[in-house]
């Protein structure tokens, strides 16, 4: 007898995503040595959306992927999967 395959809680997809999302941003970050300020003026935001996204606190959005791209210098990688390493910032070639 197979097992019947577990569908996913959106809740709990939606929480990983947003804490993938964070890690990305906070090694892109910290890979280019910039302080959350610096980062803060570069993509126009405050340092608090910047300190919540990296604490996992918000969802990604196209258009936010977007512009933390541009404020990084980088493209941004996805996989299918849901955990951290699904979504990374890498750099534009020198």
């Known amino acids: 007898m197979r097992p019947e395959p577990q569908i996913e809680d959106p ?3 939606m929480i990983r995503e947003a804490l993938a999302f964070g890690k990305a941003l906070y090694d892109r970050r910290t ?3 910039l302080s959350v300020a610096e980062l803060a003026e570069r993509a126009d935001m405050t ?3 910047v300190e919540c996204i990296e604490e996992g606190g918000t969802a990604p959005t196209v258009a936010l992927l977007r512009r933390l791209a541009a ?3 980088a493209d941004v990688r996805l996989t299918s999967g849901h955990d951290l390493g699904s979504v990374w ?3 534009h070639a020198a």
């Open 89 to 91: 910032f890498e750099p």
């Open 47 to 49: 340092e608090d959306d």
């Open 71 to 73: 404020a990084l210098n």
């Open 11 to 13: 809740e709990r997809i």
């Open 31 to 33: 890979a280019l040595g």
